[in-house]
């Protein structure tokens, strides 16, 4: 059974820093194309950030240079870094694992930016 499970979510001040984690389990992780993606209330889901299983990483512009996307293929898990952040990053933030049909989702976490 595949499972994405994250954490590290919660409230943070602006400019404050948070670091997700996803841990995966059930699939070849490292042949997959992982990725963070987030939803805002009223607002389509929207990618974030990804990392192939090499390490190639890409992404949002709105997220370039404050945020930091990395993987342990041995540990099964991928991680968002996330610094310098705004009101606007306020969002559910999910892991998303692709592989050609194959595309699995974790529940998401709460990220609030708010003073």
């Known amino acids: 059974q595949v499972q994405l499970v994250e954490s590290g979510g919660g409230l943070v001040q602006p400019g404050g820093s948070l670091r997700l984690s996803c841990a995966a389990s059930g699939i070849a992780f490292s042949l997959y194309l992982m990725g963070w993606y987030r939803q805002a209330p009223g607002k389509q889901r929207e990618l974030v950030a990804f990392?192939?299983?090499?390490?190639?990483?890409d992404y949002a512009d709105s997220v370039k240079g404050r945020f930091t996307i990395s993987r342990d293929n041995a540990e099964n898990m991928v991680y968002l870094q996330m610094n310098s952040l705004k009101p606007e990053d306020t969002a559910v933030y999910y892991c998303?694992?692709?592989?050609?049909?194959?595309?699995?989702w974790g529940q998401g976490t709460q990220v609030t930016v708010s003073s």
């Open positions: 990392i192939s299983g090499g390490g190639i990483t």
């Open positions: 998303n694992g692709r592989l050609g049909r194959s595309d699995h």
